[in-house]
């Protein structure tokens, strides 16, 4: 049964997450036109950002309209004339009591396979946003070859995405391929990575709550597990790779006044997440124009800057010091360079400023379902959940660092100022480049 609910978990979530618009065009050859099945499914945020104007039939024969006329086919180097035949547009329930929307066209055009033809495919409707894409294509009635796309969807058409595609989703936006007489021929198969357990159970948990936030009737043990999922949820955020927590845990581990600095990180971290959530959600909420994504990605590269930019300064900080008690007297007395209490708070800040995603639905699901104030302090816990990763990720840095710095160790310990503050800034560096790779 765990199993099961696993793969529900996993399974059912987008592969961008909750912000993505995901795209498939299944294409079918034959020997006198080309049919073009183009699939567009948004999921919770971009749905309740864009909601369809007018009747839903006509929303859709609008934009399939546009869809179309964003198509680019070649045949044989002729251009192709698209006609759409279908059209139709329909919710799906989503996560946390919120809903997903499903685009679908149907559009065929003219096209004569007596000979061998040089196809090309390229689908530039809503290139600009995040998401899976996919293309496959298949002969009936016409033998394909040198397809670089595979005759079958790995997703069900966008209704079943493999797990474990957060970090590599599918983003094929061109298809070329040979169709001539005869029969038989087959794309390329399309590979698909496997799923760790780390995404398993924490799809999982993740589902668990979405499906308690959306329940119809909330009741106090179902809230109260609500919010102990959302503290877990938190701490395991917090320690997935390319957050910097555990730098900021390393910094604060060699501080002197461990209490002071741990309730100071806590109380930071906790309101400048549930802080970000709340203003992200107000924006996606009242600003359709605005992609979460977008300002995610932007956040990021606030947060790296800052934590490179404390770097920075450690790092100097760290150099005068160990210049001006270089100086004739050699006894070891151990303050090394002062680190201020705004540093602790700054990288703090740093570390709570990107708001979860997963956090955010939770939020605006709650709010959809009249339960604001209990999304609320789910994003507190969730904020929580993250301090209590960086305090216990503090602890342990700091007991190792007692056990390891003995014997020959121990003359590392005047350069553990320099060495710490390089490691603020790799990672702060590392974090900026990697928010500003997810913009270009």
Known sequence: MITALVAAAVLAAHPLGNFSINHYDGLTIHRDRIEHLAIVDLAEIPTLQ????????????????????????????RLLTWRVTDASFAYRPGVAGLRTSRLTCRLTAPLRVDRPLVLTFANGYRVDTVGWREITAKGNGVRLRDSNVPARSVSGELRDYPADLLSSPLDVRQARLTAEPGEGGSGTPAEVPGVDA?????????????????????????????????????AVHAAMPGHGKTVMAAYLAGRRRRLRDAVTVAATVTATHTAGVLALGMLVTVASAIAGEVVLSWLGVASGLLIAMIGAGLLCSAFRSRTRHGHGHG???????RRGAGGVVALAVAGGLVPSPSALVVLLGAMALGR???????????????????????????????????????????????????????????????AVAALV
């Open 50 to 77: 864009q909601p369809p104007t007018g009747p839903a039939d006509t929303h859709a024969r609008r934009t399939c309209a546009e869809l179309r006329d964003a198509v680019r086919a070649q045949a044989g180097g």
């Open 198 to 234: 780390v995404t398993r159970y924490t799809g999982l948990l993740a589902g668990r709550l979405n499906t308690l936030i959306g329940a119809d009737r909330l009741t106090v043990p179902l809230g109260l597990l609500a919010l102990l999922l959302s503290l877990t949820l938190g």
């Open 331 to 337: 006894h070891n007395h151990g303050h090394g360079y």
């Open 372 to 434: 604001t104030a209990f999304g609320v302090l789910t994003v507190v816990c969730y904020g929580l959940g993250m301090a209590v990763t960086l305090l216990i990720t503090a602890l342990a840095l700091r007991g190792l660092g007692d056990l390891t710095l003995g014997g020959r160790m121990q003359r590392l310990r005047p350069y553990s100022a320099a060495m710490t503050a390089t490691l603020v800034l790799l990672v702060g560096t590392g974090v900026t480049l990697r």
